[in-house]
C-alpha cells in the first residue's frame, strides 16, 4: 500500500465550479500534512499546510481527519489558472513524502 | 521566499556517461537539502538527503554508488549519475531546508530534466 494515496483524476471543470480532492495516508503517526501544486514540468509549491482544525486561503480550504486518516482540499470559484496537479504530502521525521497527484483541469 | 536553483535545467547524454546536477540555496544556509526523482506521472520519490559537512542518508532501493551525493558548503550540494542508462531520465528536483525550520519552508528548486540515449 503506498504511504499517501490520491485519485488521479482528471477533474475536469467549468469555470466557477467547487472541486474537492481526497487524499488518504497509512502513517498514523505523521503529524504535518500539506497540499502542493506542481504545474507542467515545473517544481512542486507549497499550496497550504494542513492542521487538525482546518484552515482557509482565500478559495482554498484544506481539513484533515486523523480519525479515517485522510486530508482533502476544497476549491471554490475555480479559476482557468487553478489548472494543474494537486500533490498530497505528508512529513514523516521531517522527509517530504509525496502522492502521485490529481490533475485538475478548468475549462472556460 | 528563498530561492534555489539548479543547474542545468535540462541535459540529454549519451548512455555510459556521468552527469553532475547542481542545488544551489541562492540567499539562504541550508544545512539539509534532498534530491528526488520523478518519472512521468508519478509522484516525487525522494532519493537522499545531504546534511554539510556528512555522509548522504539514501533512501531503500537508490543506489549510493550510481548517484553520488556531494554537500561541500550550506549552500551547494551536487548529484552527480555515474554511467547514466536511459532509465535514469528522469526530472531530478532538489530541495533545500535550513535547520530549526518547519518541514514546509522546504524550498523547491525548479528541477533538472535528465534523458539518457
Known amino acids: 500500500r503506498k504511504e499517501v494515496e490520491q485519485d488521479p483524476g482528471p477533474f475536469n471543470v467549468p469555470e466557477g465550479a467547487t472541486v474537492a480532492f481526497n487524499c488518504t495516508y497509512s502513517n498514523s503517526a505523521s503529524q504535518s500534512f500539506f497540499w502542493y501544486r506542481q504545474d507542467c514540468r515545473k517544481e512542486p509549491k507549497l499550496l497550504m499546510s494542513v492542521y487538525s482544525s482546518g484552515n482557509e486561503d482565500g478559495r482554498f480550504t484544506a481539513q484533515l481527519n486523523r480519525a479515517s486518516q485522510y486530508i482533502s482540499l476544497l476549491i471554490r470559484d475555480s479559476k482557468l489558472s487553478d489548472s494543474a496537479t494537486y500533490l498530497c504530502v505528508m512529513d514523516s521525521s521531517y522527509k517530504l513524502i509525496f502522492g502521485s497527484g490529481t490533475r485538475l483541469l478548468v475549462r472556460p | 521566499g528563498a530561492v534555489v536553483s539548479q543547474h542545468p535545467s535540462w541535459v540529454i547524454c549519451k548512455s555510459g556517461t556521468s552527469v553532475k546536477i547542481e542545488c544551489r540555496s541562492l540567499?539562504?544556509?541550508?544545512?539539509?537539502m534532498f534530491w528526488y526523482r520523478q518519472f512521468p506521472k508519478q509522484s516525487l520519490m525522494l532519493m537522499a538527503t545531504s546534511n554539510e559537512g556528512s555522509k548522504a542518508t539514501y533512501e531503500q532501493g537508490v543506489e549510493k554508488d550510481k548517484f553520488l551525493i556531494n554537500h561541500a558548503s550550506l549552500t551547494l550540494s551536487t548529484l552527480t549519475v555515474t554511467s547514466a542508462h536511459p532509465e535514469d531520465s528522469s526530472f531530478y528536483i532538489c530541495s533545500a531546508r535550513v535547520a530549526g525550520e518547519a518541514t514546509d519552508t522546504q524550498y523547491f528548486g525548479p528541477g533538472t530534466r535528465l534523458t539518457v540515449l
Open positions: 540567499d539562504f544556509q541550508a544545512t539539509t
